[in-house]
């Protein structure tokens, strides 16, 4: 299925990402540079850590995984046919 977004126009997700972006707790101190960094509002802090809220929106920018300090966050591609596509490629 494909939603498609209000927020970036152009922009549409299809179903089926999985969870390709991880945190490791034991490394994360909650700083949140993922958070402040995040357009698309995947993360929160809860009890001081890093958690995923939704990976719904996630454009793939790779940006959350570049500014963790702690290399506490695992990055790797959603599987083919799947995620984040844009009206310009
Ligand atoms: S940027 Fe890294 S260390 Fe900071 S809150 Fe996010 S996952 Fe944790
Ligand atoms: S890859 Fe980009 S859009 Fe996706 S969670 Fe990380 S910062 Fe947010």
């Known amino acids: 299925m494909v939603k498609t ?3 970036f126009p152009g922009v549409e997700w299809i179903e089926g990402t999985g969870e390709f ?8 101190t909650g700083c949140a540079n ?13 009890d001081k850590k890093a958690n995923i809220k939704t990976l719904e929106e996630c454009m793939e920018c ?12 695992q990055f790797s591609w959603p599987p083919g046919g799947t995620g984040y596509k ?3 490629g």
């Open 86 to 88: 844009s009206e310009w």
């Open 62 to 73: 790779a940006s959350c995984w570049y500014i963790c300090p702690e290399d506490a966050i």
């Open 5 to 7: 977004s209000e927020k």
């Open 34 to 46: 993922c958070v402040n960094v995040c357009l698309a509002g995947c993360f929160e802090i809860v």
């Open 21 to 28: 972006i991880k945190i490791d707790e034991d490394k994360c």
